[in-house]
């Protein structure tokens, strides 16, 4: 499996920002409007940006896979460690 793509942490930071009532930053017009486009993200004047449910399953996620990502590097390097053979002392 392949590590979680910049692209989609970058996703996940906005979401992130986006539930916790972060403002947006100018730049984030763009990916504001693909959210909204894609059903992620309803924008209106009573409640201002919010994610949808199928935004929130998203970064949820996103967030596991985060999680795995870090799981499996963890995984590794102990196996890498277990692998490597230890200086031993000549007799």
Do not use: F, W, Y
Request: with cysteine.
């Amino acid at each position: 499996m392949d590590p979680i793509s910049l692209e989609d942490l970058a996703l996940l930071e906005v979401l992130r920002r986006i539930d916790q009532r972060v403002p947006l930053l100018s730049k984030d017009t763009d990916i504001r409007k693909r959210l909204v486009e894609s059903g992620l993200l309803e924008d209106d004047e009573e409640h201002g940006p919010h994610l949808t449910s199928a935004g929130i399953e998203l970064c949820k996620s996103l967030q596991h896979r985060v999680a795995a990502d870090a799981q499996a590097a963890k995984i590794l390097e102990q196996r890498e460690a277990e692998d490597t053979p230890e200086d031993c002392e000549p007799n």
